[in-house]
Structure formats: structure tokens, C-alpha cells
């Protein structure tokens, strides 16, 4: 049984439907009040207010980047958009597997399942336990790597919160300037209302990017994030009950304590399963 859940492996990835569609909605509405008004798309067009509000959000954002901070920018983005496989019923099935195989053959019996499993963090966790290191030191390996997890997490979540502060201001930015460019054609009031109403799409581009785009994305970032953390120290408790050798069913209701009811209600089926497993080899035995 393989798990594919691992950022690092051959995870099977889709297309997030709700940030896509949240996105879709978000816009879809704005663009719609605009037509209800009486409004047409080229007001919202001003190729010089993309430029101060995305070139300067960007701009200011890069400031407190550094080098690997800017290499890593697609990926961070692309997690948003891209959902990868995280199954966390399936990784509590097979760990209560490796249980009942661990306390019937041996913590070496599990040596060709560690190889064979796709999610390198629950890999390594295995290879420590079947290496028999000390489950306190175990347990300490893996949770300073879950810390520095969240610290990497944390740096591109903050990414976008910070363009979703700067964005507004560049639009407010971008206002000003466009009045005082108004203001120097003063002698043409004819020209006065048009061009008010150009200015102002800058602060309409500062507001929407970042409630629209940058503050979801970090948002989205987050609980990202969360489900990675949650699926780690369930590895890792899972893990230091194989260690300890404690019975299966023992093993399932600790790391059922991690889940939501809905989906305690997708484990049912785990104890046929084991017992399916173990009167098929009993048979094949006889």
C-alpha cells in the first residue's frame, strides 16, 4: 500500500476548485455590478494603474525578500492553485497496517514498506524506528523538522500578506498622482470628471488585488499549511506506537482523535480490512 500525499513525490495534484472559483465569483461580480451601473469594461482599463499597483506592490514586496525567497515565489503560489493529494484516513489505515505487521513480524519486517512508501517524511520516520533509535529522540527529530515546516510555511504566507497591505496603498498612490496630473489640466473642466474617474481606478485595483487575490491566497496558504502539520504529527504518533509496539486497535483510536467526525466515519471499515488480511494469509498458510 503506497501513500501519495508527499509535495516531494509523485503526488497526484488538481486544480483547486475553490480557489478558482472563489477567484471566478470574486471578479465575476465586480465586472457584473459594473455592467448593472451602466458601466462598460474600458472604464476599469488604465494600463499606467496596473503598472504603479502590481509593479509597485511587487516592488515593495521584493524589498524584504531574499534570493531563495524569490526563487521559491512560483511554488508558494502554485500551492494555492494546485491541490495536492493529502488523504488522511488512508495514511491512519496504513499505519494501523504497519501496527498489526510490526506486532506480528518484527519492526524489520516493515524495512521493504518504509522503501516503498512515497511520502519522505513518513519514509524517514519509519527508518528511525526501524533503525531502533530512542522514541524520545524519534519524537524530537521529527518535530524540529514540523517547526522549521511551519517556519517555511509561515515566511510565504507572509509574502502575500504583505502584498495585500502594500497593494491598497500603491492604489491610493496611484489616485494621487492621477490628480495631480488632473489638477495640472485645470484651465479644460470639461476634461475634470473623466479624469477623476481614471484616477480612481488605481485605488480600485489597489483594494480588489488585495482582497480579492493576495489576502485569500496567504489565507489559503494557511490552511495549506495546517493540513500538512496535522498529517505530519499524525505520522509521528503513529509511528512511536509502531515503535512502542502497542496493539492496532490502540493505535487506531489515538490517531482517530486527530480527525473531524466526518471523517472518523470513513474508518470504519479498517478492522474488516485487517481482518480480511489476516484470514486470507491464515488460508494461504493452511
Same mark, same amino acid.
Given at each position: ?134 522514541? %524520545?529522540?524519534? &519524537?524530537?527529530?521529527? =518535530?524540529?523538522?514540523?517547526? #522549521? /515546516?511551519?517556519? !517555511?510555511? @509561515? ?90 509496539? %502497542?496493539?492496532? &486497535?490502540?493505535?487506531? =483510536?489515538?490517531?482517530?482523535? #486527530? /480527525?473531524?467526525? !466526518?471523517? @472518523? ?22
Amino acid at each position: 500500500m503506497l501513500i501519495r500525499h508527499s509535495r516531494n513525490s509523485s503526488a497526484r495534484s488538481t486544480t483547486d476548485a475553490t480557489t478558482v472559483g472563489g477567484l471566478a465569483i470574486g471578479v465575476g461580480c465586480l465586472l457584473l455590478a459594473l455592467w448593472l451601473e451602466g458601466g462598460h469594461l474600458q472604464q476599469l482599463v488604465n494600463i499606467p494603474a496596473v503598472l504603479i499597483v502590481l509593479g509597485g506592490t511587487f516592488g515593495a514586496t521584493l524589498i524584504g525578500l531574499n534570493t531563495q525567497q524569490l526563487r521559491d515565489l512560483p511554488r508558494i503560489l502554485r500551492q494555492a492553485f494546485v491541490r495536492e493529494e493529502m488523504d488522511v484516513t488512508h495514511t491512519i489505515r496504513f499505519l494501523v497496517t504497519l501496527s498489526d505487521k510490526a506486532r506480528r513480524d518484527g519492526l524489520l519486517s516493515l524495512e521493504s514498506d518504509a522503501s516503498n512508501t512515497q511520502d519522505d517524511f513518513l519514509k524517514r520516520a519509519l527508518q528511525l524506528a526501524i533503525d531502533g533509535t530512542d522514541p %524520545e529522540l524519534v &519524537r524530537d527529530i521529527l =518535530q524540529m523538522e514540523i517547526t #522549521f /515546516l511551519e517556519e !517555511r510555511h @509561515r515566511q510565504g504566507e507572509q509574502i502575500f500578506v504583505s502584498m495585500g497591505g502594500y497593494a491598497p496603498t500603491m492604489g491610493v498612490l496611484g489616485t494621487v498622482m492621477g490628480l495631480i496630473h488632473m489638477m495640472s489640466r485645470i484651465e479644460s473642466p470639461s476634461m475634470m470628471g473623466p479624469a477623476i474617474a481614471t484616477a480612481f481606478v488605481a485605488t480600485l485595483y489597489g483594494v480588489a488585488s488585495a482582497n480579492l487575490l493576495f489576502l485569500p491566497i496567504a489565507s489559503k496558504l494557511r490552511a495549506r499549511h495546517a493540513e500538512e502539520v496535522l498529517l505530519r504529527e499524525i505520522i509521528v504518533e503513529g509511528v512511536l506506537a509502531i515503535q512502542s509496539g %502497542e496493539n492496532p &486497535r490502540i493505535v487506531e =483510536q489515538r490517531l482517530r482523535a #486527530f /480527525l473531524s467526525q !466526518r471523517q @472518523r466515519r470513513a474508518l470504519p471499515q479498517l478492522r474488516w480490512h485487517m481482518r480480511d488480511d489476516q484470514n486470507t494469509q491464515e488460508h494461504e498458510a493452511a
